[in-house]
Structure formats: C-alpha cells, structure tokens
C-alpha cells in the first residue's frame, strides 16, 4: 500500500494505491478547509478498483460538501461501472441528521456472480432496479424507502443427477415498501411455459405489534418443470394452484385459504407403484389446517388425511393418515407384492410417531439365481410361531407332494402369503 498526501489546510490532496489479492486499486482525493465555516470541500477522482467481479471504476469524480455545524454531507451525482454493471447516484445526497438519497442500478448482470456459484449451478440475464430512501432521526419511527428489481431474460440451470435442470423467467419482478409504519415485500414472477407467482406480504408496526398481512398466489404451476432432470420414458405431470391470505402476528402467524395438487402422476423407476393422476388438498383456517387426498395407482388407492395445529408456534403439532387396499409394488425383478397400509404419522417439536399396520395379503418373491456369496441356511435354525415358541420341525413329505408356495399371514410389521393365481399375473 503507498499513501501520499501533501497541500495546506486550504488546498491539499491525497492519493492512495492498493497492490494485494483480491483487490487492488487507487483513489484520488482533493479539498480545501474553511477553519471559519469549519466546512470542508473536495472531490474524489482517478478511482478504480481490480475485484473477483472484474474491475470497477467512477465515471466522473464525486464532488464532497462536509459541513460540520450542521453535522451533514453532501456526495454529488456519480456512477460505478463494470464490464456487468452500472450503479448510479442520479442526485446530491445530502446526509445528515435527515436526509434522502436514490441510486439506481442500470445494469446488473447475472454473470458477475460466476466466480460465487458452484460449478453445478448457471445464472444469465439482467437485472435493472432503483432505491429511494429517506430519514429523519430528529423523528420517532423508521426510515421511508422503496426497492424495486427487475430481470430481463433471467434463466438458471442446476446440475441435478447429472442432468441440467433450467428455469427460465419472462417476469420476475420483486420490491420492498416502508411507508407509514408498515413494510411490504411483494412479487410477481411468470415461468417461461409455466404458471405464475405472486403476492405481497406485509408487516405493520414492525417495531411494536409486527401484525401480519397480505396474499400468496400460485397459478398453474407445471410439476413438468422437472422432467429434464428424468431418464428418458420418465416423467412428472400435475398442477399446483393456491390461493392464501395471511393474517395474526410475528409471534402466532395465521394463514387462511387453500391449496391444491391436482392431476399428480409420476412414472419413474424409482417408483413401486405405477401412479396414476391423483390429487391432493389442503385448506388452511387462521392457525390450523386439514389435508384431504388420494393417491391413485393402476391397482388400489391410498387415502390420505391429515391435519396440523399452529395455535402454539413453540408447540406445533401435525399428523397424517395413510390408508389403502390391496396396492400392487413391484420391485423388478424379484419382488411383486400387494398391500394394506394403515398408518398414522404424527410430529411435534419434540418427538415423530409412526404408528398402525401395514398387512401384505399376496406376495411373490422370485430369485432367478442364487449370488456366490449367499450362504445355506443353518443346521441350528429355530422357527417360532406367533406366540414365539419354537415349532416343531416336520419331516420333509415326498416331492410330488410338495406345493410350489406356501400360506402365512402376519400383522403389522409384515403379512401374508399365498400362491399366486392367474388373476395376479
């Protein structure tokens, strides 16, 4: 680092110079003091600077108005610019005990964050945006100011299994409000072939009651959105839509209204069951919600019901119920098999449950061949019937009689088994 600095009280200068990693750069400061009206005056110029981001400069020099009576400063219009962006203070900023200032973003564009994202994550497009804030600490209150963003052309791509998975925006428009004790986020955000998001959530009186407000919006929102990310003959269909309004407080917030999950169907290897379009719902009432829905399969249903308590925000409460009959999984090759599921999930802050029954009244297991590594089954085997007392060993019967599958029912954690009939095939 090298500093010069020469001149008098009414006229001198300073120049300063920053060789290191990951910033260098340089500045150059001039001003003049008036001891009398102990105000000083000057201007910074010849500044640029080298960062991770590529380099960064001013436009013009920035003229500097410092009046210590009435403790304010004044920093005249001037631009930052890089090869991906350009921030601007259109006006003099005079800040003091009060004061306003407004900067605009002209230019920012989403690669300047490549040296910040990981390799599997891609940004591009641009985004434009101004600020306008005002203070008064003479004044009880907060600050009053707005912060509006817009991008352009915005797409992202994360790398998910190997597969790239982009989102692209036509709209995406977010801002920020503090007017009149009360702050407001808001958005709009259009998905290229896809559905939409939008809404604003606000806070009044954020430095007392903090009550909430405000609406949460989606429409037609494609779960296909994800299917780059499948192997080839795999896909997701279905469509999210909610309509929700917030209400209560910080401390015990409230949320009224629905949202819905409709024409849902899944078709993947990963899946051991063979989905077809099913839906689901939940309605929301103030600090309480239920949900009602049913998962459809080419064999059996499943229904699901469930409900969750938010009257306690420390001592939140949900559950859900799965129950269905006879739903086929298979699990190629070896493992086809029918089941009952009957089973209630149940979580607080401090404990998960899983409780009920899960009967299996047709199973076929078939192992085509035997692995090298598998080992016979030991001389010294006991088996144990239901009351877990040994059963006595039978004598094998002759091969003709034997049957090619055997009966056994078991409850809860397994379930039966019989010979497979033509109508399972």
Same mark, same amino acid.
């Given at each position: 680092?090298?500093?010069?600095?020469?001149?008098?009280?009414?006229?001198?200068?300073?120049?300063?110079?920053?060789? #290191?990693?990951?910033?260098?750069?340089?500045? %150059?400061?001039?001003?003049?003091?008036?001891?009398?009206?102990?105000?000083?005056?000057?201007?910074?110029?010849?500044?640029?600077?080298?960062?991770?981001?590529?380099?960064?400069?001013?436009?013009?020099?920035?003229? /500097?108005?410092?009046?210590?009576?009435?403790?304010?400063?004044?920093?005249?219009?001037?631009?930052?610019?890089? =090869?991906?962006?350009?921030?601007c203070v259109p006006e003099t900023i005079d800040a003091g005990a009060s004061g306003r200032a407004r900067?605009?973003?002209?230019?920012?564009?989403?690669?300047?964050?490549?040296?910040?994202?990981?390799?599997?994550?891609?940004?591009?497009?641009?985004?434009?945006?101004?600020?306008?804030?005002?203070?008064?600490?003479?004044?009880? #209150?907060?600050?009053?100011?707005?912060?509006?963003?817009?991008?352009?052309?915005? @797409?992202?791509?994360?790398?998910?299994?190997?597969?790239?998975? =982009?989102?692209?925006?036509?709209?995406?428009?977010?801002?920020?409000?503090?007017?009149?004790?009360?702050?407001?986020?808001?958005?709009?955000?259009?998905?290229?072939?896809?559905?939409?998001?939008?809404?604003?959530?606000?806070?009044?009186?954020p430095q007392g009651r903090r009550n909430l407000g405000g609406n949460v919006n989606i429409s037609n929102?494609? /779960?296909?959105?994800?299917? =780059?990310?499948?192997?080839? #003959?795999?896909?997701?269909?279905?469509?999210?839509?909610?309509?929700?309004?917030? #209400?209560?407080?910080? @401390?015990?917030? *409230?949320?009224?209204?629905?949202?819905?999950?409709?024409?849902?169907?899944?078709?993947?290897?990963?899946?051991?069951?063979?989905? +077809?379009?099913?839906?689901? %719902?939940?309605?929301?009432?103030?600090?309480?919600?239920? /949900? *009602?829905?049913?998962?459809?399969?080419?064999?059996?249903?499943?229904?699901?019901?469930?409900?969750?308590?938010?009257?306690?925000?420390?001592?939140?409460?949900?559950?859900?119920?799965?129950?269905?009959?006879?739903?086929?999984?298979?699990?190629?090759?070896?493992?086809?098999?029918?089941?009952?599921?009957?089973?209630?999930?149940?979580?607080?802050?401090?404990?998960?449950?899983?409780?009920? @029954?899960?009967?299996?009244?047709?199973?076929?297991?078939?192992?085509?061949?035997?692995?090298?590594?598998?080992?016979?089954?030991?001389?010294?085997?006991?088996? /144990?019937?239901?009351?877990?007392? =040994?059963?006595? *060993? +039978?004598?094998?019967?002759?091969?003709? +009689? +034997?049957?090619?599958?055997?009966?056994?029912?078991?409850?809860?954690?397994?379930?039966?088994?019989?010979?497979?009939? %033509?109508?399972?095939?």
């Amino acid at each position: 680092m090298q500093l010069n600095a020469k001149g008098t009280e009414k006229q001198h200068e300073l120049r300063l110079r920053v060789q #290191g990693d990951p910033v260098s750069g340089q500045l %150059a400061l001039a001003g003049s003091f008036d001891r009398q009206a102990e105000r000083w005056k000057g201007s910074l110029s010849d500044t640029r600077f080298q960062t991770p981001v590529g380099p960064v400069a001013l436009t013009r020099s920035i003229a /500097l108005d410092y009046r210590n009576l009435e403790q304010k400063i004044s920093i005249g219009p001037h631009c930052w610019t890089n =090869p991906n962006a350009e921030l601007c203070v259109p006006e003099t900023i005079d800040a003091g005990a009060s004061g306003r200032a407004r900067v605009n973003l002209n230019r920012f564009d989403l690669a300047m964050l490549k040296p910040f994202m990981p390799e599997a994550t891609q940004a591009s497009g641009v985004f434009t945006g101004n600020a306008d804030v005002s203070w008064d600490t003479t004044k009880e #209150g907060l600050p009053q100011g707005k912060v509006t963003l817009s991008g352009r052309n915005v @797409k992202v791509t994360q790398v998910v299994n190997d597969a790239p998975l =982009p989102v692209a925006f036509d709209t995406l428009n977010l801002s920020a409000d503090l007017h009149n004790n009360r702050a407001e986020l808001g958005w709009l955000i259009r998905l290229t072939n896809n559905g939409q998001l939008d809404g604003q959530v606000q806070v009044t009186d954020p430095q007392g009651r903090r009550n909430l407000g405000g609406n949460v919006n989606i429409s037609n929102f494609s /779960l296909a959105m994800i299917n =780059p990310i499948f192997a080839r #003959g795999e896909k997701a269909e279905g469509r999210l839509n909610a309509r929700l309004r917030l #209400g209560g407080n910080v @401390k015990s917030p *409230q949320l009224f209204g629905q949202m819905q999950l409709s024409g849902v169907d899944i078709d993947g290897n990963f899946m051991p069951f063979d989905m +077809q379009p099913s839906q689901l %719902a939940m309605n929301f009432n103030g600090t309480r919600s239920t /949900l *009602q829905g049913t998962v459809n399969t080419r064999q059996g249903q499943i229904t699901l019901s469930g409900n969750a308590d938010w009257t306690q925000i420390d001592n939140w409460r949900a559950q859900i119920a799965a129950k269905g009959s006879r739903v086929r999984i298979t699990v190629p090759p070896m493992v086809r098999l029918d089941v009952s599921p009957d089973v209630v999930f149940t979580a607080t802050p401090s404990l998960f449950n899983l409780d009920g @029954k899960v009967d299996v009244p047709w199973a076929r297991i078939v192992v085509n061949e035997v692995p090298e590594s598998a080992v016979g089954v030991s001389s010294d085997e006991v088996m /144990l019937d239901k009351n877990l007392k =040994p059963i006595k *060993q +039978q004598s094998a019967s002759h091969p003709d +009689q +034997q049957q090619p599958d055997h009966s056994r029912r078991q409850q809860r954690s397994s379930g039966s088994l019989r010979p497979e009939s %033509a109508s399972d095939r």
